[in-house]
């Protein structure tokens, strides 16, 4: 593949990847405004035609590295791991 043709698949690449962000974003506004809705309808389940809509409260528990690391270092040490991968990365 020549220089050119690489130069041609990253700018396509990068229309593509702005497309997405925009559409992204786009999404985003419609699931804030169907959000409001549903809080000014103070509900977290919504029928809507042949459409359940469900905005509902998580609660989850996640271990805190960070406050492990502090407080026991030696054994984070222990249980530590290393991973490797490959990042990808276009710079102009």
């Known amino acids: 593949m020549s220089s ?8 396509k ?20 405004l169907i959000k409001q809705e549903m809080l000014l309808r103070d509900t977290e389940e919504l029928q809507v035609g042949r459409f359940t809509i469900r905005w509902t409260s998580v609660l989850t528990q996640r271990f805190d590295s960070t406050a492990f690391k502090k407080a026991l270092p030696d054994m984070y040490k222990s ?9 990808f990365t276009i710079s102009a």
């Open 4 to 11: 050119m043709e690489l130069v041609q698949h990253i700018e």
């Open 13 to 32: 690449l990068q229309e593509w990847e702005n497309l997405i962000e925009e559409a992204r974003a786009e999404a985003e506004q419609l699931r804030d």
């Open 79 to 87: 249980f530590i791991k290393q991973s490797a991968s490959r990042r």
